[in-house]
């Protein structure tokens, strides 16, 4: 068997049998990485030295009998958290000489737990798009169709997952960069409560919306590492201290005490056939398995694009202001004086998308224009809080497509931003709200192309959403499809 597909808790098992070491283990994922990634471009930067170290312990802590988890297990890192001592460059020209001197929580419990970071994951700059067709440093192709795009913004951890250039993941998840990506590549993404996982080391985009997640190849994967990054961490503001359960406790074989809610605003005009069809027999399959189904209102579904496309910007403008070239990261050879040096520095280190959401941001945080834009839609995110909340009496989850089409090709929307943004409006909704959500795969289209399945439950409700993947998974196989490239 090639040990680059294996799962989690596979090579778990197999690391404490002995059947082959961390080191056999990160030296096949090495060797894979050198024969596809020409052709996936899923990471800027590779760390086989630093990776091969870290395996080399792995193997003396196996040997000394106290293996964990994520004992020997290499992972890949999205390029937006901070590492010790690794260039993190947010897939940005601006922090392309950015080394942090700390590693980010989430990064530092993988650690902890003793796992193996084998690079950064490509990803679209400032984890601003939908296709990883922004980062500086060049796209990244979906393994199912190389000529198209893999998700994103955390389309380099997905493709990553499903090349088999890595056992799993971390990404991140502002408006479904990480369900998203799962989705086009066919993996499963977990996007975690707001407050649930550290932020820390976390370069922010949305401060009030941005989520540290995994990439999987299975649930019972998903469940692993959200017992590793879960927790409080006093260096977050944000985080909350809430007792974390273990995971893999909710992982069962039956639904016969779950209620699924089905929203006819996630049934819109213009999603795919082929991506309704796939949910629609999704549903079934739950049902089948003692789920019953409730019919929701979310009536306010459809304000949360622009509703996102307000907040999320004005986040962003104000949390990029500190990208100036005078304390870190890039800065311009021509700098005739300050004012000229910031200008430039801005303008030739961030890319076009970057630049049109600081602007759209700058514009709504504007004095005039902040209460008609940014204050109203504040008051609308609230409305669409209370429609999960109200929805969430009447069930346990909500289940809907996770994107309105597969994977599209590259370039085919890169100069269309509205369409490129209607890419996550199924998603954007749970991270308005706060609420986890995961995508698992669902169906392949006539052309081959993964479909994903979204399940939603109320905050810190992780364990419904885990529950109703893993049914879901464990009774069909499409998890366990591979791309063939």
């Not at 056999?24 to 990634?37: C, P, S």
């Not at 792995?58 to 988890?69: F, N, V």
């Not at 049902?287 to 307000?310: C, F, M, N, R, W």
């Not at 202001?321 to 000229?340: H, I, P, Q, S, W």
Request: hydrophobic share 40%; charged share 25%; glycine share 8%.
């Amino acid at each position: 068997m090639d040990l680059s597909t294996l799962t989690i808790h596979e090579a778990h098992e197999r690391l404490k049998n002995r059947d082959f070491s961390a080191g056999e283990l990160t030296q096949t994922l090495l060797k894979r990485i050198e024969e596809v990634e020409p052709k996936v471009k899923a990471y800027i930067i590779v760390t086989s030295e630093k990776a091969l170290k870290e395996a080399e312990q792995a193997d003396m802590i196996i040997a000394a009998g106290k293996i964990a988890p994520l004992t020997g297990i290499p992972l890949a890192i999205k390029d937006v958290l901070c590492t010790e001592g690794i260039t993190t460059t947010c897939g940005s020209k601006i922090l392309s000489n950015f080394v942090p001197v700390y590693d980010a929580t989430v990064v530092r419990n993988l650690k902890r737990a003793g796992a193996i970071t084998l690079g950064k994951a490509n990803m679209d700059e400032f984890a601003m798009g939908s296709s990883t067709e922004n980062s500086s440093f060049g796209h990244s192709h979906n393994p199912w169709d190389l000529s198209a795009i893999p998700g994103g913004s955390s389309g380099g951890s997905a493709a990553a997952v499903a090349a088999d250039e890595c056992i799993a993941s971390l990404g991140t998840d502002t408006g479904g960069s990480i369900r998203q990506p799962a989705s086009c590549c066919g993996v499963v993404g977990l996007k975690p409560t707001y407050g649930r996982v550290s932020r820390f080391g976390l370069i922010a985009f949305g401060s009030s919306l941005d989520q540290v997640g995994p990439l999987t190849k299975d649930v019972r994967d998903a469940a692993l590492l959200m017992n590793v990054l879960a927790g409080y961490d006093p260096q977050d503001s944000t985080s909350v201290n809430k007792e974390v359960p273990d995971y893999t406790t909710f992982l069962k074989p039956d639904l016969k005490e779950i209620t699924i809610g089905v929203a006819r605003e996630y049934f819109i005009e213009g999603i795919d056939p082929e991506v309704e069809k796939a949910v629609r027999e999704a549903l079934n399959v739950l049902q089948s398995l003692g789920a019953k189904t409730v019919d929701i209102a979310l009536p306010h579904t459809e304000y949360a694009l622009p509703v996102y496309y307000l907040i999320a910007p004005a986040e962003a403008s104000s949390n990029l202001a500190r990208y100036d070239g005078v304390k870190y990261g890039f800065r311009t050879e021509k700098d005739e004086n300050l004012t000229a040096m910031y200008k430039k520095t801005r303008s030739e280190g961030f890319g076009a998308e970057v630049k049109r959401r600081i602007m759209l941001g700058t514009y709504a945080l504007s004095a005039g224009y902040y209460d008609a834009y940014y204050g109203k839609a504040s008051q609308v995110r609230t409305l669409i809080r209370r429609d999960f909340e109200e929805a969430f009496k009447k069930c346990d989850v909500i289940v809907t497509p996770t994107t309105p089409t597969p994977a599209f090709k590259i370039g085919e929307k890169v100069d269309d931003p509205l369409q490129m943004y209607l890419s996550d409006i199924f998603t954007i909704p749970a991270n308005l709200a706060g609420n986890p959500g995961i995508s698992v795969p669902c169906g392949l289209t006539g052309n081959g192309l993964p479909i994903g399945l979204q399940v939603i439950s109320g905050p810190f409700e992780e364990g419904k959403v885990l529950q109703t993947a893993f049914a879901y998974e464990q009774n069909t196989e499409w998890h366990v499809k591979k791309p063939k490239f």
